[in-house]
């Protein structure tokens, strides 16, 4: 049986689908026509051979019934639907079924020929028949060879009776003809076979091409889909982020304004002569003021580290300065819970932004000086491998293991259940992680629970070392007598300004307005300028200085107390030669800005 395996044709595999089966039969379905009507030609051309030849009228009614036969199969195939059609794969079995029976008709009646009408007697009919039924089969050869199972109806049906008929006969040629015939028959299944395997073998391949292409169609419809909706996405996004540029714009300004002026008010009320229970109610209002400008800045900062609004501008700079800096303004703080903060002098200049490794450090320290409750903080910076490595040391609670990266998040806090405000809001770490990463520097703890923490801060060093500027010592008469024109559209820190600057002895006139400025120079000429940035009627602070410069005729000092803290406001105030300082201000941060002022000024 193994044997004979191969006439069952090609093994079926995955690929032998419906689909496939349809494209087969479609190869077929073309020459079907054509080849019944080729047969009945055949059929007739064999019919006046044999009466011509051999005056023999009977092949005429076999020849009658061919055409019938052949003229019925063309009816039947124009009814079947088409196998290429939309609804092929569907009909390929039924398909394949009536072509089977199609075929057996059309081969049984050309079997039938050698049957009836080969006469030993007279051998010109052998020759006629077997000259035929040769043609004929290799002919099904070119019309079958798609569809084993079709070829081998065809011609076991039609070379089968031909042997049958030369073995009747009992003559040893004829045997050795029937024998030949035999042989001729294997040969051509053989050889169709091998066809059908390679038209199925090239049908896949094709399928498998057009299957390939209308992926990559697909596929390319829909990147082309997915890029429209990245592109709405991203003018969406585009769209949000400058509308959330906008609001911390806006918040910056207006939610600063009133902490700006509370901060003023507490300043001068410091200096009114208050008596103990007021002082203490006065130490508390202050430092419910300083939380909420913290958690104010806070945000704006996280969200600006968030939303990729910090671009860095990196250059070489002192760390000596800025530490002294920080000293200075976290000492009060450190001292109020009885810890000794200290600092390291240092002559490493790093190359980096100065005012976002300023903004890294401020927060390491206040995290440190927050969960630190006995023994102290420390600033200091090594070098190491060509890169200076600033350390910030505690020897607070510590941080244990598993949560050195959950710490980075927002909105994190170690030791904070209760959510007391005061401890901050847990962004700090949050805001240091960004604003390294927008560096592309790291930063990098190591803690022991119970003991104390160190971050270290790692930056690039610098080529040249920057020039450090004197400190000025403070004197508490230093403003006595200098005149300050103060322009801002708020009428609480106008009154604020106002009051505080009475207090130190300077001669201060505000305004609402660059107009008012304008009028007020006819009977004062001021030492110093501070504007806010954003002023009535869509004036700027930046313009108003400009007016009276050009009013007064010279390079008067000034300054932009601002709650726009976007870094557009920077660079204009820089390029105008203007310093600025971010609402709300501290009063003695006032001062010393002023004090600086009047010194540069003495210098000009």
């Given at each position: 049986?193994?044997?004979?395996?191969?006439?069952?044709?090609?093994?079926?595999?995955?690929?032998?689908?419906?689909?496939?089966?349809?494209?087969?039969?479609?190869?077929?379905?073309?020459?079907?026509?054509?080849?019944?009507?080729?047969?009945?030609?055949?059929?007739?051309?064999?019919?006046?051979?044999?009466?011509?030849?051999?005056?023999?009228?009977?092949?005429?009614?076999?020849?009658?019934?061919?055409?019938?036969?052949?003229?019925?199969?063309?009816?039947?195939?124009?009814?079947?639907?088409?196998?290429?059609?939309?609804?092929?794969?569907?009909?390929?079995?039924?398909?394949?079924?009536?072509?089977?029976?199609?075929?057996?008709?059309?081969?049984?009646?050309w079997g039938a020929l050698p049957l009836l009408f080969i006469d030993p007697a007279r051998p010109a009919s052998l020759h006629i028949v077997v000259g035929v039924m040769a043609g004929l089969s290799s002919a099904g050869l070119l019309v079958f060879a798609p569809v084993w199972r079709l070829a081998q109806r065809f011609w076991l049906s039609c070379m089968l009776p031909l042997v049958v008929a030369l073995l009747r006969l009992q003559d040893p040629v004829m045997t050795?003809?029937?024998?030949?015939?035999?042989?001729?028959?294997?040969?051509?299944?053989?050889?169709?076979?091998?066809?059908?395997?390679?038209?199925?073998?090239?049908?896949?391949?094709?399928?498998?091409?057009?299957?390939?292409?209308?992926?990559?169609?697909?596929?390319?419809?829909?990147?082309?889909?997915?890029?429209?909706?990245?592109?709405?996405?991203?003018?969406?996004?585009?769209?949000?982020?400058?509308?959330?540029?906008?609001?911390?714009?806006?918040?910056?300004?207006?939610?600063?304004?009133?902490?700006?002026?509370?901060?003023?008010?507490?300043?001068?009320?410091?200096?009114?002569?208050?008596?103990?229970?007021?002082?203490?109610?006065?130490?508390?209002?202050?430092?419910?003021?300083?939380?909420?400008?913290?958690?104010?800045?806070?945000?704006?900062?996280?969200?600006?580290?968030?939303?990729?609004?910090?671009?860095?501008?990196?250059?070489?700079?002192?760390?000596?300065?800025?530490?002294?800096?920080?000293?200075?303004?976290?000492?009060?703080?450190?001292?109020?819970?009885?810890?000794?903060?200290?600092?390291?002098?240092?002559?490493?200049?790093?190359?980096?932004?100065?005012?976002?490794?300023?903004?890294?450090?401020?927060?390491?320290?206040?995290?440190?000086?927050?969960?630190?409750?006995?023994?102290?903080?420390?600033?200091?910076?090594?070098?190491?491998?060509?890169?200076?490595?600033?350390?910030?040391?505690?020897?607070?609670?510590?941080?244990?293991?598993?949560?050195?990266?959950?710490?980075?998040?927002?909105?994190?806090?170690?030791?904070?259940?209760?959510?007391?405000?005061?401890?901050?809001?847990?962004?700090?770490?949050?805001?240091?992680?960004?604003?390294?990463?927008?560096?592309?520097?790291?930063?990098?703890?190591?803690?022991?629970?119970?003991?104390?923490?160190?971050?270290?801060?790692?930056?690039?060093?610098?080529?040249?070392?920057?020039?450090?500027?004197?400190?000025?010592?403070?004197?508490?008469?230093?403003?006595?007598?200098?005149?300050?024109?103060?322009?801002?559209?708020?009428?609480?820190?106008?009154?604020?300004?106002?009051?505080?600057?009475?207090?130190?002895?300077?001669?201060?006139?505000?305004?609402?307005?660059?107009?008012?400025?304008?009028?007020?120079?006819?009977?004062?000429?001021?030492?110093?300028?501070?504007?806010?940035?954003?002023?009535?009627?869509?004036?700027?602070?930046?313009?108003?200085?400009?007016?009276?410069?050009?009013?007064?005729?010279?390079?008067?000092?000034?300054?932009?107390?601002?709650?726009?803290?976007?870094?557009?406001?920077?660079?204009?105030?820089?390029?105008?030669?203007?310093?600025?300082?971010?609402?709300?201000?501290?009063?003695?941060?006032?001062?010393?800005?002023?004090?600086?002022?009047?010194?540069g000024a003495r210098e000009a």
């Open positions: 049986m193994k044997a004979l395996a191969w006439l069952r044709g090609p093994a079926l595999s995955p690929a032998d689908t419906p689909r496939l089966l349809a494209a087969q039969l479609a190869l077929l379905d073309g020459n079907v026509g054509t080849s019944l009507r080729a047969s009945t030609l055949a059929a007739w051309l064999t019919a006046g051979a044999f009466w011509f030849t051999l005056d023999d009228s009977r092949v005429v009614w076999w020849a009658v019934w061919a055409t019938l036969l052949c003229a019925a199969g063309c009816f039947v195939h124009r009814r079947l639907p088409r196998p290429e059609g939309p609804d092929g794969e569907a009909t390929a079995g039924h398909y394949l079924r009536v072509m089977g029976w199609v075929c057996l008709g059309f081969g049984g009646t050795s003809l029937a024998i030949g015939g035999v042989l001729y028959l294997v040969a051509m299944a053989l050889y169709a076979r091998q066809t059908g395997v390679a038209v199925k073998r090239a049908l896949a391949l094709r399928m498998d091409n057009e299957d390939l292409v209308r992926r990559l169609r697909e596929q390319t419809q829909q990147a082309q889909a997915a890029r429209a909706q990245a592109e709405q996405a991203q003018q969406t996004a585009e769209e949000a982020d400058r509308a959330k540029t906008l609001f911390l714009a806006s918040a910056s300004h207006d939610l600063r304004q009133p902490l700006h002026a509370a901060g003023l008010f507490l300043g001068s009320l410091a200096r009114s002569g208050l008596n103990a229970r007021q002082a203490v109610l006065l130490e508390h209002a202050k430092a419910s003021n300083t939380a909420a400008s913290e958690m104010l800045n806070t945000l704006l900062d996280f969200s600006k580290v968030a939303t990729g609004m910090v671009q860095p501008q990196p250059h070489s700079f002192a760390l000596q300065t800025l530490f002294h800096k920080l000293e200075r303004e976290l000492a009060p703080w450190a001292a109020d819970k009885g810890l000794n903060l200290r600092m390291r002098d240092t002559p490493l200049t790093p190359f980096a932004d100065p005012g976002l490794v300023e903004l890294i450090l401020r927060n390491l320290m206040l995290n440190a000086i927050r969960y630190t409750e006995r023994g102290g903080v420390l600033l200091a910076c090594r070098q190491r491998a060509g890169r200076a490595v600033i350390e910030v040391w505690d020897t607070g609670i510590g941080i244990p293991p598993e949560s050195h990266q959950r710490i980075f998040q927002a909105f994190r806090q170690l030791d904070n259940p209760q959510r007391d405000r005061r401890n901050g809001l847990g962004l700090g770490l949050a805001i240091v992680q960004g604003l390294a990463k927008a560096m592309a520097v790291s930063v990098t703890l190591v803690s022991c629970p119970g003991r104390g923490t160190v971050f270290r801060l790692d930056l690039p060093l610098g080529l040249t070392p920057p020039s450090v500027a004197p400190v000025l010592p403070a004197s508490p008469d230093d403003l006595l007598g200098l005149r300050v024109l103060l322009i801002d559209d708020d009428d609480s820190v106008r009154l604020a300004m106002h009051d505080l600057m009475g207090i130190w002895g300077v001669q201060c006139v505000v305004v609402a307005s660059s107009e008012e400025a304008l009028q007020c120079l006819s009977h004062f000429e001021p030492d110093v300028v501070l504007a806010d940035y954003r002023l009535h009627r869509a004036q700027t602070g930046v313009q108003a200085v400009a007016a009276i410069r050009a009013r007064l005729g010279r390079e008067v000092p000034a300054a932009l107390v601002t709650g726009d803290t976007a870094a557009e406001r920077l660079q204009e105030a820089q390029t105008q030669g203007l310093a600025v300082l971010h609402k709300p201000v501290p009063a003695a941060l006032l001062h010393s800005l002023l004090r600086d002022l009047r010194q």
